[in-house]
């Protein structure tokens, strides 16, 4: 009787967890893999991560020099747009904020390029300010490449593929520029707590 | 339909249903020529990715995007940009 009732109050919890379901989610445990094309693998002795665009002086960090810029671990929630939510992901990376010292833009946009030709679109806000970081560990490990490794986007209060995985760069955009996916009926912002998935929402 | 093991990789015989709720003809027996390398294939022969927010299909030549497709409430966006050109066979 014990056992049942320890396991029906730990269902409870999960349901106490809804406030933190936004519209529409489902809640996974496992991890989906969703993929628009072949798994690029780079080389790591030529990879750069680099913020290009409306900045002065490009920045570009080798892998070497990336992993050596200070990292945070961070525990977030994601959404992904296909309807499954995921709670109390841990990654560990760099946040905007450190690749974003020093920078000085007028842009009011940036685009995410991918390895494999991916691009997604975001308000320079959302990047900033603790909201968004570069990852390369995924628990404790290095990430793996079906889920963006070497390094992704990681954007947690906006869908999912808006973290873009196989991360190589930020352009810093004056307009605001659409994205592989924005460019074909998906939201240009994203937020999961609106529930803006399509064009219009 | 064949799944290729790596990278989850279907042929498009599996958009076969997709692509007839948007078209009125067979679109799977359709030539489709790449807008980047120029090959021609059968639709039903190219690389169709649908484990994403829409369905992705790439030239098995060169990889380059050929279709992609979304649908949502009542909607369907079809980008046909890396497509130069559809042949389509009447029956």
């Known amino acids: ?201 | 339909m064949n799944m290729r093991m790596a990278d989850m990789t279907l042929d498009g015989n599996a958009i076969g249903g997709l692509l007839r709720e948007i078209f009125t003809m067979e679109v799977t027996n359709a030539e489709a020529t790449c807008a980047g390398c120029g090959a021609v294939n059968a639709v039903g022969r190219v690389e169709v990715y649908v484990h994403a927010p829409g369905t992705v299909v790439r030239c098995p030549a060169c990889q380059q995007v050929l279709m992609r497709i979304v649908r949502g409430e009542g909607r369907y966006w079809l980008d046909l940009t890396g497509t130069r050109t559809l042949e389509l066979v009447e029956t």
């Open chain 1, 1 to 201: 009787m014990g056992f049942i009732s320890r396991g029906f109050r730990g269902k409870r919890r999960d349901t106490a967890d809804s406030g933190r379901l936004p519209p529409g989610q489902y809640l996974v445990n496992d991890y989906p893999v969703l993929s628009a094309g072949p798994t690029p693998r780079p080389n790591l002795d030529t990879w750069t991560f680099s913020i290009e665009g409306e900045i002065d002086t490009p920045k570009k960090w080798t892998w070497q020099e990336f992993l050596a810029l200070p990292a945070e671990t961070v525990t977030k929630d994601i959404h992904c747009v296909t309807k499954w939510s995921k709670f109390d992901t841990t990654w560990k990376g760099v946040s905007f904020d450190t690749l974003f010292e020093g920078v000085e833009t007028a842009a009011e946009y940036t685009t995410q390029f991918s390895d494999g030709d991916y691009t997604t679109n975001l308000p320079l806000e959302d990047l900033v300010d603790g909201k968004a970081w570069i990852v390369y560990e995924y628990n404790g490990e290095p990430l793996h490449p079906e889920h963006g490794g070497p390094a992704r986007m990681l954007v947690p209060h906006l869908y999912f593929w808006k973290s873009a995985k196989w991360i190589r760069g930020v352009r810093l955009d004056k307009e605001q520029q659409p994205g592989f996916w924005e460019t074909n009926g998906y939201n240009n912002y994203g937020d999961p707590w609106r529930e803006q998935r399509y064009w219009g929402d």
